[in-house]
């Protein structure tokens, strides 16, 4: 791990615990809002980065996934308002689709992911049937979109389980993250309006992309 990396990893660090107060605090700030963008563009440079060094051959295709995580991010900081907020959905979804192609090249496919994912995803549908929690208009954008997020994080379990290599261990633990992310995010939105429950989204999320991006240098 060189300079840049070692630097940019230290300064996302200190972002993401300001990032985090924030939530904590329940401050809705200009100052959240550029923190927020500022760990955008260093998970997004640190991407630029490692495919100019061609650490691997399909960094491409994860620095095209990030740029449409990164276009969910900036929707969502107006979340408030439906359309963006489906718009960050789809934008999401899209990335978790590109991050899926790459586990499959990358580190190959485990058929009992399927196993896990198809447990996880109806257990969501039968809690929303038992109306332990409703993604109320959303709920087709959402549970939709959970194909995506949701399998790219078994398979990335599943590889991280059988690998080992260190970088599979890595982006595994990454895109699970991810998904467990989302259903912090979901529980926020939905269900557990609390501010612990922000601030732990924040945790998964912005710490499982920096670990798939780190996957790249190690």
């Known amino acids: 791990m060189d ?3 070692l630097t940019s990893v230290i300064i996302y660090a200190l972002l993401l615990i300001s990032y985090m ?4 605090l329940g401050r809705r700030t200009a100052f959240r809002g550029v923190n927020k963008v500022l760990l955008v563009l ?3 440079a640190l991407t630029v980065y490692a495919v100019l060094l061609n650490t691997d051959r399909y960094a491409v ?11 969910g991010d900036i929707f969502l900081l107006w979340g408030g308002n439906r359309k963006m907020f489906h718009c960050g959905v789809v934008s999401f979804g899209i990335g978790n689709a590109l991050l899926i192609v790459f586990a499959l090249y990358e580190y ?3 058929w ?3 196993l896990i ?3 996880l995803y109806c257990l969501n549908l039968y809690l929303q049937y038992r109306k332990v929690y409703t993604y109320g208009s959303s709920k087709w954008f959402l549970n939709i979109y959970l194909i995506f997020v949701g399998y790219s ?5 599943s590889n991280a389980i059988v690998s080992t290599a260190t970088p599979a261990l890595m982006y595994g633990l990454g895109t699970l993250m991810f998904f467990i992310s989302d259903i912090l995010l979901g529980m926020y939105y939905f269900k557990l309006r609390k501010a612990y429950v922000d601030v732990l989204n924040s945790l998964f999320y912005f710490g499982g992309i920096m670990l798939v991006v780190l996957s790249f240098f190690i």
């Open 3 to 5: 300079t840049f990396v």
């Open 21 to 24: 107060t924030c939530k904590a």
């Open 42 to 44: 260093i998970y997004l």
């Open 61 to 71: 295709v994860v620095l095209v996934a990030l740029v449409f995580t990164a276009g």
């Open 108 to 110: 190959g496919w485990q």
């Open 112 to 114: 009992w992911s399927l």
């Open 117 to 119: 994912f198809a447990f």
């Open 153 to 157: 994080g078994c398979l990335g379990l």
